[in-house]
């Protein structure tokens, strides 16, 4: 045998035992969770949101008076929760530690008592505003009007569901819109006051017509061009989001549970300050075309999921981690380009992928 033979055989040996691996298999897929909702996200905060100006402070079980948090946040300011008549020391320990000067309080005395602000400010110093209207369309009407100076769109979203609102923001803040909260077939009387006080050219609802009505969308497009985005479902419609406003351009993306509204809500401020949207997905399950648009993004290197194991699953996790290839005929597991990432040795084969694999990072036990 001559030497280029011996050298072509070596290669291909070695090829078979250490295969090139992609920049493609280098994704990074991140846990945020904690021992309840309210550890999660002081986590949360403590990695996103080391220092921030200003805090916005909720309910831990009031996701009506959640829903106008994006209004305020616009990325700058993490989401935080108490109960209704006491908060935790790791949530007043990391408003100190970010150095807030506002904490804005969504909901009435009785989300959030007296007795917490007053520990608010004893812990931070920081200026505490109460921002409650007599129903979570007042509310939202009202941070609206004082908080948006000037806006050609705005996103339309159910105020009777929390998930529409929520992975509707990743959009709505592509647009710099704010998101506006409706009933199902009916617009409320102060948010139309301040919907046609704004005079937009543009109305996107989020969310398909058993949540906001044909008829409702009919009086929207006497104010304004009307646009919908909506799935088959929650999950499909975080996709069609997602579609919409990334395309095949993704980097970051947001995993959150569909099922309950705490951990999405922490993700929202997240999703506006990295610019990535918010995907959901169920305990034990994540939609395969969802999987399909993670492994269709060749950009995409960082995928972020919030809750623990309770929320989302350590199957969905595992899914997630391993989006970025597909299953060959013999098991073996294949990145774009046909680059083989696991190793093959003889009989004796082994599912370690070559490459570093993501590590799940804070698993709520």
């Keep these: ?70 209004v305020l946040s616009k990325g700058t300011m993490p989401v935080l929760f108490s109960e209704s008549n006491s908060i935790s020391a790791d949530t007043l320990n990391q408003l100190k530690s970010m150095g807030v000067e506002n904490v804005y309080v969504l909901g009435g005395e009785k989300s959030v008592s007296s007795a917490v602000v007053n520990s608010v400010k004893s812990a931070t110093n920081a200026k505490v505003v109460r921002i409650n209207g007599a129903d979570r369309y007042k509310t939202n009407a009202q941070t609206i009007k004082d908080n948006v100076k000037q806006t050609s769109e705005v996103v339309i979203a159910s105020g009777e569901i929390y998930v529409d609102a929520l992975y509707g923001v990743s959009y709505a803040n592509k647009v710099n819109a704010p998101v506006m909260l409706v009933q199902k077939n009916n617009i409320p009387a102060e948010t139309l006051k301040v919907l046609k006080s704004m005079n937009v050219t543009r109305i996107t ?83 395969a075309s969802i999987i399909s648009y993670l492994r269709d993004n060749k950009e995409l290197s960082n995928i972020k999921v919030f809750g623990g194991v309770n929320a989302i699953g350590s199957k969905v996790f595992k899914d997630l981690e391993n989006s970025y290839y597909t299953v060959g005929e013999n098991g073996e597991k294949i990145i774009d380009g046909g680059t083989i990432i696991v190793e093959k040795v003889k009989n004796n084969s082994t599912d370690k992928p070559t490459a570093t694999t993501p590590v799940e990072k804070g698993s709520q036990k």
């Design 205 to 287: 609802i989020i969310g398909g017509e058993k949540t906001i009505t044909p008829k409702l969308e009919k009086e929207l497009s006497e104010i304004a061009v009307v646009d919908r985005i909506a799935g088959s479902n929650r999950y499909e419609g975080s996709l069609k989001v997602a579609k919409e406003v990334y395309g095949d351009k993704l980097k970051t993306a947001l995993v959150a549970s569909g099922e309950n509204f705490a951990d999405a809500l922490v993700a929202a401020p997240v999703s506006q300050k990295l610019d990535a949207p918010i995907l959901l997905a169920s305990r034990n399950s994540v939609e």
């Design 1 to 70: 045998m001559n030497l280029k033979k011996k050298l072509l055989v070596a290669a291909l040996a070695t090829a078979m035992v250490f295969p090139t691996v992609s920049m493609a298999s280098k994704l990074n897929v991140q846990r945020y969770s904690g021992s309840s909702r309210v550890e999660t996200a002081v986590n949360v905060s403590k990695d996103q949101f080391a220092s921030a100006k200003s805090a916005i402070l909720v309910n831990q079980l009031a996701f009506p008076d959640a829903l106008s948090a994006t």
